[in-house]
């Protein structure tokens, strides 16, 4: 999730006591603050910080969540004396935005910077400085943000692009820009053979109609859907779409399997285990009955929950034989 690491001098506000941000260098893999000639000029204590990049590409698959969101903080300076307006009269709409942690501001512990980018690979991003802010992510979000990036039980990215400029016209008194941002699950690699993407997306159908008689029970991680009012031992069911429903998904990586509870409302959702989800839908398109029971439920931190809008569960997949013919 935090990939690029940048280090400037600071006294809190992200400057240097001549005024200017020095180049950006890679810092220790420590997240710690480095203390850096305390009381220059006997008026402020400097020290060096560490911003973290929250690293991630656009995603073509995998999306968890997608949503607009407003920068805040646009009409402020930079503290090198740059107009944040400058920046945003230069970005384009769809433009990458990178989003930078400082975890050392002396206002909010998870501010996020917002800054350009260019719309290439993460590693290709060009060197940041303090200049290139125009505004940061609204606390509240950027507090779910951080926590869900911190957080052991899940593996998810961030991906922010322009949505919208908004004009003096339609602000106010100056220029403000509206982001998309994008929840997507990192747990898998993007670089899938071309020729192994090109059969999935031309045989999907074939693929999970293929005849599979499964050896044994299965147990795979799920996601409940929050206030999903189950417990460990509930019983869940696969929804029963035709055939032609699953047509819709690009590819196995895009594919998944939903579940209902006994009023027949959604309550779950299997997406990030391409085998399981395969072994699934073909015993399911075999004959097989499959019996669903919730085996655990993880205890999982509010910033999953709120910005996810799910909950991690375990769940046993039972496969019973379909009867022969007489």
């Known amino acids: 999730m935090f990939k690029k690491i940048f280090k400037f ?9 001549q005024g200017q941000n020095p180049a950006p260098q890679k810092a ?5 603050v480095i203390q850096q000639s305390p009381n220059l000029e006997k ?51 769809g433009q990458k935005v990178r989003l930078i942690w400082n975890p050392h501001n002396r206002y909010d512990k998870n501010a996020i910077i917002c800054a350009p980018g260019v719309n290439e690979h993460y590693s290709k991003q060009p060197e940041f400085d303090m200049s290139q802010q125009f505004g940061r992510i609204k606390s509240d979000l950027a507090e779910d943000i951080i926590g869900m990036a911190n957080s052991k039980s899940t593996e998810v990215s961030v991906y922010a692009e322009v949505a919208k400029i908004l004009t003096p016209h339609t602000e106010g008194s100056c220029y403000g820009v509206v982001l998309m941002l994008y929840i997507y699950d990192s747990s898998l690699s993007w670089d899938v053979d071309p020729k192994r993407k090109e059969k999935d997306e031309n045989d ?13 029970n299965i147990e795979s991680e799920i996601s409940l859907s929050i206030g999903h009012g189950l417990k460990i031992g509930d019983n869940i069911f696969i929804n029963d779409h035709p055939i032609e429903y699953y047509s819709k998904f690009i590819n196995k990586l895009d594919l998944y399997v939903d579940f209902s509870d006994m009023s027949g409302e959604d309550v779950a959702r299997l997406q990030y285990h391409v085998a399981v989800k395969e072994k699934l839908l073909r015993a399911k398109f075999s004959g097989y009955s499959i019996e669903v029971t919730i085996k655990s439920i993880k205890d999982q931190d509010k910033y999953t929950t709120e910005i996810l809008g799910h909950i991690g569960a375990v769940a046993e997949f039972r496969f019973i034989k379909p009867q022969s013919k007489p």
């Open 9 to 17: 001098l600071s006294g809190g506000s992200g400057q240097n006591h």
């Open 28 to 32: 220790p893999e420590s997240p710690e």
């Open 43 to 93: 008026k402020q204590e400097w020290k060096t910080v560490k911003m973290f990049e929250l690293y991630g590409d656009k995603p073509k698959s995998q999306i968890i969540r997608k949503f607009h969101t407003k920068v805040v903080g646009v009409k402020n300076q930079n503290d090198d004396g740059s107009e944040r307006q400058d920046v945003i009269k230069s970005l384009k709409y």
């Open 204 to 216: 999907i159908i074939s693929i999970i109609t293929k005849k599979y008689s499964p050896k044994k």
